[in-house]
């Protein structure tokens, strides 16, 4: 894949996530011409993590936060939905180092410069996230990330 101006900044943005979140660090990742897909590992002293469902968020619907134990992922309890509003915001949006908080950096990164190459520059609203949460699952994961540029409909 040869990558556009555009390609290039949402590269180099991607690849600058670690220096902004310590406990983050980068698996495989690929920029296509229209989208891209990553493998972020967040590695938190803690041991937990905490992640949105943002198709329910985007549509109104409080299911509350996962928490993810990190060193046994295949843990995760629901936050009950909270009943005032405040209380309802404060619930669903993203938490600080959580993976909603590092795509929205991300894509703000690379937003304000692609807007200086091409005004019209535009994310989708949302975006698809997937606990892995065994090695056989990361493993498709990343084959299946490798192998996209193959499956890209060439033009030239």
Not at 61 to 79: F, L, S, Y
Not at 120 to 139: K, L, M, T, Y
């Amino acid at each position: 894949m040869h990558l556009s101006n555009l390609g290039i900044i949402a590269q180099t943005c991607w690849q600058e996530i670690p220096q902004h979140f310590k406990f983050a660090s980068l698996g495989s990742y690929i920029i296509m011409p229209d989208h891209m897909h990553g493998i972020v590992v967040i590695d938190k002293p803690n041991g937990v993590v905490e992640t949105c469902e943002m198709d329910d968020i985007e549509n109104g619907v409080d299911n509350g936060c996962r928490v993810v134990a990190c060193n046994n992922p295949t843990t995760t309890t629901t936050k009950p939905p909270k009943t005032i509003t405040n209380d309802k915001m404060s619930s669903i949006s993203p938490k600080s180092g959580s993976l909603p908080t590092i795509i929205r950096s991300y894509k703000s990164a690379v937003s304000k410069r692609a807007h200086q190459i091409n005004p019209e520059f535009a994310w989708q609203s949302r975006f698809f996230d997937h606990v892995i949460r065994n090695p056989e699952s990361g493993h498709r994961i990343q084959q299946y990330i490798q192998n996209n540029v193959k499956n890209w409909p060439r033009t030239d």
